[in-house]
C-alpha cells in the first residue's frame, strides 16, 4: 500500500515538472497588460486548477479569468510621431521629479537571468559541551549516514543550487551523495519533487579543507517562504564537521543510504543544527541584480529565544515583509549565537571583523548588510568565562565605534548600503552591571547620531520598555529575560525601513 502524505494547500499545485499555474498566468498576463504584469508575478492568481478545486473540495469555485488583450489599433505615421513626442516628455518630468531611493524590481528590472542567494548560514568550527554547545552532530562527525535539512527559502526563481562549505574541517569531505526536494513538513519530502544534485556533473564530489562546493543547477522552482529539504548522503568518515549551531529548524539523521527516501521513516535521529549547507541560490529574471540583503549579527539575529522550527525570527519576518511589498529581494541570515565583533571566542567562532569578507563581501549579489553586532562585546567587556581567549582586555567605546567604522568602510566600498543597528537592552546579560549600561549607552549614541550608517533600525527603542529602558518591555523577551520572543523579533523586523534597503 502507498503511504500517503497530508495534503498541503499551496504547494500540490506545484508538483508537476511542467510550469506553475501562477507562473503561466504571470507569462500571459505579461503578454496582455506588462505594467500590470509586473505587480501581479508573485500574487496570488484568480481562480483555482481543477486538482487543486478536487483535492480542497472547493469544485464550486469560480474558474480562472485571464485579462482581455485588446486588439491594436493601427497607427498612422502623425499618431506614431505625437505617441514619441508625449513619450519623451514623460521621461524628461520622470527624471526631474522622481524621487530619490533604492530601486525596486520595476526599475531595476535584470537584464539576465541571475544567481541570488535565498537561504544561508554562517558557519562555525565544530563544538560541543565544553563550548556550550551540548546535543550536536559536529564533534563526531558522520560515518555512512544520510542528513537531511529543511530549510526556508526567502526569493523566487526558476533553479536551484545548493553551495556546501568544509571550511573548518581538517581533512577532504567526500559527499557520497546530495537531493533537493519540496519539504512536505517534518523529514517528508513531496513526491515527485526529489532532483539529484551534480557537481561539475558528477553524481559525488570531494570538498578539500578549508573549501567551499557549489552544486551545479536544479530545475526546481522556489517561491518564497517555501520549505525545501536538502538531503547529504556520506560514505565514509567525515570527521569533525564544519556546522551552524542555533539552526532552530530539525535536522534529520538515518544510517546507511536514504538519500531519496519520501517518507523520513528512517531518520529516526534530529539535531537543531546545520551541517556543512552555508547556502541556498535560486535563478532570478525579475529581482534585483543586487537583491540581496544579509543579516549579520549575534543571537538576535540567529533567532535565540524566539520559537524552533516556527521561522520566526526578525529576519523570517522582515522577509515577509519585503514579499508583501513585492521588492523581490532575498534575505539570508548570517547571524551567530554568542559572537562578537572584535573578539574570536571557542565558543562563537571569529569576530564579525574577520568573516564580514567571507560572508558579506566576497558574495557579489549583496544589496544591503543589517550589521547587529555588539552585544556580547558590551556583556563579556569584564568578564572571564571559558567562551573568550586569555588575551581578552575590558572594552572601550572607542574601540568597538572603530569596529563599526571599518565595516562600513568596506561596505562602501563594493557599493554596499548598511543599516545600523542600536544594542539592545541587556539588563538580563549574565553579569550585567551599570558601567556595562553606560557603556551600552554610549554606543548606541554613536550609532544613532554618528552618521556613519546609511540608515539606523534603533532595535534597543524596538524592545525597551520605557518605565525601564535598560530591560526588554514585558511580553517582548524569551524567559532568560534578554533575546526577544517571537513577538520582540517582530518589533525588530517593524523597526527596519523597507524603503532603505
Not at 216 to 242: M, N, Q, V
Not at 314 to 324: E, F, G, P, Q
Not at 382 to 390: E, N
Request: with cysteine.
Amino acid at each position: 500500500m502507498t503511504a500517503q502524505l497530508p495534503f498541503r494547500p499551496g504547494v500540490f499545485t506545484r508538483l508537476a515538472d511542467e510550469v506553475p499555474p501562477a507562473e503561466r498566468y504571470a507569462r500571459y498576463a505579461a503578454r496582455a497588460d506588462p505594467e500590470a504584469a509586473r505587480g501581479a508575478r508573485h500574487d496570488t492568481y484568480a481562480g483555482t486548477p481543477d486538482d487543486v478545486r478536487k483535492a480542497n473540495g472547493t469544485e464550486s469555485e469560480r474558474p480562472m479569468r485571464l485579462p482581455h488583450r485588446p486588439r491594436k489599433p493601427k497607427r498612422t505615421p502623425a499618431a506614431a510621431a505625437t505617441a514619441s513626442l508625449a513619450l519623451t516628455a514623460a521621461l524628461t518630468l520622470a527624471a526631474g521629479c522622481a524621487p530619490a531611493g533604492p530601486a525596486t524590481p520595476t526599475g531595476e528590472a535584470a537584464v539576465r537571468p541571475h544567481w541570488a542567494q535565498s537561504w544561508g548560514a554562517a558557519v562555525q568550527p565544530p563544538a560541543g559541551r565544553a563550548q556550550g554547545a551540548p546535543g550536536n552532530w559536529s564533534r563526531r562527525g558522520f560515518r555512512d549516514a544520510s542528513v537531511r535539512q529543511i530549510v526556508r527559502v526567502t526569493a523566487g526563481g526558476s533553479q536551484v543550487r545548493i553551495r556546501l562549505s568544509n571550511r573548518y574541517g581538517t581533512a577532504p569531505l567526500k559527499i557520497g551523495g546530495a537531493a533537493l526536494g519540496r519539504s512536505a513538513g517534518g523529514g517528508a519530502v513531496w513526491p515527485g519533487t526529489t532532483r539529484r544534485v551534480t557537481f561539475r556533473g558528477a553524481g559525488s564530489a570531494v570538498v578539500p579543507p578549508g573549501g567551499e562546493l557549489t552544486g551545479d543547477p536544479l530545475p526546481l522552482a522556489a517561491s518564497p517562504g517555501e520549505d525545501l529539504a536538502i538531503t547529504l548522503r556520506f560514505t565514509g568518515r567525515t570527521g569533525p564537521a564544519t556546522f551552524h549551531r542555533v539552526g532552530l529548524a530539525p535536522s534529520y539523521r538515518a544510517p546507511g543510504d536514504h538519500l531519496t527516501d519520501v517518507l523520513p521513516t528512517a531518520y529516526t535521529r534530529t539535531s537543531r543544527a546545520t551541517y556543512y549547507l552555508t547556502g541556498v541560490d535560486v535563478l532570478s529574471r525579475s529581482a534585483p541584480v543586487r537583491g540581496t540583503v544579509v543579516a549579520f549579527g549575534d543571537s538576535v539575529t540567529d533567532g535565540v529565544g524566539t520559537t524552533p522550527g516556527a521561522d520566526r525570527r526578525y529576519t523570517d519576518d522582515l522577509a515577509a515583509r519585503l514579499t508583501a511589498a513585492r521588492r523581490g529581494l532575498g534575505v539570508v541570515n548570517r547571524g551567530i549565537a554568542g559572537n562578537m565583533l572584535l573578539t574570536r571566542s571557542p565558543c562563537a567562532g571569529e569576530p564579525g571583523v574577520a568573516r564580514f569578507r567571507r560572508e558579506v563581501l566576497d558574495r557579489p549579489d549583496v544589496r544591503t548588510v543589517i550589521l547587529e553586532l555588539g552585544s556580547n562585546d558590551i556583556g563579556l567587556s569584564h568578564a572571564r568565562t571559558r567562551c573568550l581567549p586569555p588575551s581578552h582586555r575590558p572594552l572601550t567605546a572607542r574601540r568597538l565605534v572603530d569596529g563599526y567604522a571599518s565595516l562600513v568602510r568596506a561596505a562602501h566600498r563594493r557599493g554596499i548600503k548598511v543599516i545600523g543597528t542600536t544594542v539592545i537592552p541587556l539588563h538580563g546579560y549574565p553579569g550585567h552591571t551599570a558601567r556595562e549600561e553606560r557603556l551600552r549607552a554610549r554606543v548606541n549614541h554613536w550609532i544613532r547620531t554618528g552618521g556613519a550608517f546609511d540608515a539606523v533600525a534603533d532595535f534597543d527603542r524596538a524592545l525597551a520598555d520605557p518605565a525601564h529602558p535598560d530591560r526588554p518591555r514585558p511580553g517582548y523577551a524569551a524567559r532568560d529575560g534578554l533575546h526577544p520572543n517571537d513577538t520582540g523579533a517582530r518589533a525588530l523586523a517593524e523597526a527596519i525601513p523597507l524603503d532603505r534597503l
